[in-house]
């Protein structure tokens, strides 16, 4: 080999090791972090961890000011903005670590440090060159493993000892049904999450639940994309693919608007939460900040947890109303779906350009046809009709049963509240055990319709329910498609919304069959009431969660897993594609009814 060769192939390396040697030094880190958040370290290792902070976060400010003192490096204003104030965070850290008596005490603990060590691995993590095309996984695949990896770290963390207020109390098998359920965004439980897990804990579920509610590959492709400016063609087709985006060039837009969308309706959210609660007794100001953060995440990504021992149920905050309110608001924005929400956005802004401003104003615009699509017709009129059809019959069976205590607009409130938080919320402002027959199997279909698609939420969706009532009415009517609102809906749509249904209900079905063999001393429905909670990642339970044996354990975190995914995205990711389709046989009518 010459020598000019070798010296090119070893400067090659060279570059190709130290421009990923940050990112795997902070990753490390982290996890040293999460190790020493977790357990109860010995103060001899405090001293030794502290210099190993500190050197993760000088490589850090040296990896920053390396590449901008690159010429070819041409970064956004944001990026800029995000490395100046990263450089001046690791900077306080480090003299927080070096200098205690001289710094304030907020930037010397674990928890501050957790934040500067992860900002420097998403920063770091952008800069590599990932390509979603070599993974050998279809969009599918790469869609369910995100879940189980995020699913298994987050059973791992949360059986840390310093995840629980008694060390070691948590079984495993619930750690994982606890970690599936957040990220499943679930909200079943069987153990009591405002009395079992500490601080730490109870931010592990929110980082879980966001991952779940948003998509961990969302929310890495996104920012991957911000500090790099630019992505991969291979990389774009995989998340249209995963996204369910229609056009290639919108991917990191439509990315974009989903990570904005929800940041701004989760911080609107915590505020008017802590607003809504300033009567309820806290032990600190943390406290009642914390409460208002846990509760907006888990409201707004459907998980419907709550650190309160009985859930919204709980008598101090049973006839909070603004509260209700405020959370069934956050649930039915993440349940709309992110399409939705912004066709919705530049409907209004269409309506103010076009019809609130002066004609002068406005001259310049250009005519915009259709501003609502087809997908948000159908999606909000099927949500209306759900939450107006499903309040009145809640308001009219449970009057004098579970809504008795309630007077006035309470009443009206808490029916409101009761129908639209089982399509995926889960959050209870009644004793669902004590619904009345009539009531579980309203509540049942809500839950199985569930959410809206693209959305934080499970079920069905309300757009596979719409397809199916439309494709019922055009047969009714001698249609051999489907049309509405001038236009006539897909056949692959029509196509996947039958398989979506008769798979649910299968897999449904089996999960019963299962939990009655399991649990043969509690009655048949409110083990189907858990199954359809469960599927649908609504998280209504009617009280038996804990009490279930662990393989019914085992059961529903199978049946929540499968409920987020779709089975119908499980059956892709392990089937083989057909790739010769440009043919056709012979039409032959097949004899049914």
């Given at each position: 080999m010459p020598l000019y060769y070798l010296k090119d192939h070893l400067i090659k390396q060279l570059k190709f090791v130290l421009v990923r040697l940050p990112f795997w030094i902070s990753f490390i880190t982290l996890f040293t972090l999460i190790y020493d958040l977790g357990f109860n370290t010995l103060n001899d290792y405090h001293y030794h961890l502290n210099i190993m902070y500190n050197i993760c976060l000088s490589i850090g400010m040296v990896a920053i000011a390396m590449r901008y003192l690159n010429k070819g490096n041409h970064e956004t204003t944001g990026v800029k903005i995000f490395d100046v104030f990263s450089i001046l965070l690791f900077l306080t850290l480090i003299i927080a670590r070096i200098l205690p008596e001289h710094t304030i005490r907020f930037f010397d603990s674990n928890a501050v440090i957790f934040f500067g060590v992860f900002l420097m691995v998403v920063r770091e993590f952008s800069v590599l060159q990932l390509n979603l095309r070599q993974t050998r996984m279809n969009p599918a695949q790469l869609f369910v493993v995100s879940f189980l990896l995020i699913i298994f770290i987050g059973a791992f963390m949360l059986s840390f000892p310093k995840a629980t207020n008694t060390p070691g109390s948590l079984r495993y098998i619930d750690a994982l049904f606890t970690a599936t359920s957040a990220v499943c965004v679930t909200g079943l439980s069987t153990v009591d999450i405002g009395a079992q897990f500490t601080i730490f804990g109870k931010t592990v579920m929110i980082f879980l639940m966001e991952c779940g509610g948003l998509g961990i590959m969302t929310i890495a492709s996104y920012f991957s994309f911000f500090f790099r400016g630019k992505a991969s063609y291979g990389n774009q087709l995989v998340l249209k693919d995963m996204?369910?985006?229609?056009?290639?060039?919108?991917?990191?837009?439509?990315?974009?608007?989903?990570?904005?969308?929800?940041?701004?309706?989760?911080?609107?959210?915590?505020?008017?939460?802590?607003?809504?609660?300033?009567?309820?007794?806290?032990?600190?100001?943390?406290?009642?900040?914390?409460?208002?953060?846990?509760?907006?995440?888990?409201?707004?990504?459907?998980?419907?947890?709550?650190?309160?021992?009985?859930?919204?149920?709980?008598?101090?905050?049973?006839?909070?109303?603004?509260?209700?309110?405020?959370?069934?608001?956050?649930?039915?924005?993440?349940?709309?779906?992110?399409?939705?929400v912004f066709n919705i956005y530049k409907y209004v802004q269409h309506l103010i350009i076009n019809r609130l401003l002066p004609f002068s104003m406005k001259e310049a615009k250009v005519y915009v046809p259709r501003v609502i699509?087809?997908?948000?017709?159908?999606?909000?009129?099927?949500?209306?009709?759900?939450?107006?059809?499903?309040?009145?019959?809640?308001?009219?069976?449970?009057?004098?049963?579970?809504?008795?205590?309630?007077?006035?607009?309470?009443?009206?409130?808490?029916?409101?509240?009761?129908?639209?938080?089982?399509?995926?919320?889960?959050?209870?402002?009644?004793?669902?055990?004590?619904?009345?027959?009539?009531?579980?199997?309203?509540?049942?279909?809500?839950?199985?319709?569930g959410a809206s698609p693209v959305s934080t939420g499970g079920g069905i969706k309300t757009s596979t329910f719409a397809i199916a009532i439309l494709n019922i009415w055009a047969l009714i009517k001698g249609k051999s498609r489907i049309e509405v609102y001038r236009r006539e809906v897909d056949q692959l749509s029509i196509q996947r919304a039958f398989a979506i249904i008769f798979l649910s209900l299968f897999v449904i079905g089996c999960a019963i069959f299962a939990l009655s063999f399991f649990e043969p001393n509690i009655d048949l429905l409110r083990l189907a009431y858990e199954a359809f909670s469960a599927y649908s990642t609504s998280g209504l339970s009617a009280g038996i969660t804990a009490k279930l044996t662990d393989p019914s354990k085992v059961t529903l975190i199978m049946l929540m897993f499968i409920g987020r995914v779709s089975m119908l995205t499980i059956l892709i990711a392990i089937s083989k594609k057909e790739t010769l389709t440009n043919y056709r046989y012979p039409t032959e009518e097949i004899l049914i009814n």
């Open positions: 996204s369910y985006i229609d056009k290639l060039g919108d991917v990191f837009a439509t990315l974009k608007r989903i990570i904005l969308i929800s940041g701004v309706i989760q911080f609107i959210g915590m505020i008017a939460i802590f607003i809504s609660i300033r009567h309820q007794e806290f032990n600190s100001l943390f406290d009642r900040v914390f409460f208002s953060i846990f509760h907006a995440v888990s409201a707004f990504c459907n998980a419907g947890f709550s650190t309160l021992p009985e859930n919204l149920y709980t008598f101090e905050y049973r006839f909070n109303y603004p509260l209700h309110l405020i959370i069934a608001g956050l649930f039915i924005m993440g349940g709309l779906g992110f399409p939705i699509n087809l997908s948000t017709r159908i999606i909000l009129i099927t949500t209306i009709a759900l939450i107006v059809g499903g309040t009145f019959l809640v308001y009219v069976l449970e009057y004098n049963n579970t809504l008795a205590e309630h007077e006035g607009i309470g009443k009206l409130v808490t029916a409101f509240f009761t129908a639209t938080s089982p399509r995926t919320a889960g959050f209870a402002s009644v004793d669902n055990n004590l619904f009345s027959v009539s009531t579980f199997l309203l509540i049942i279909l809500l839950m199985w319709i």
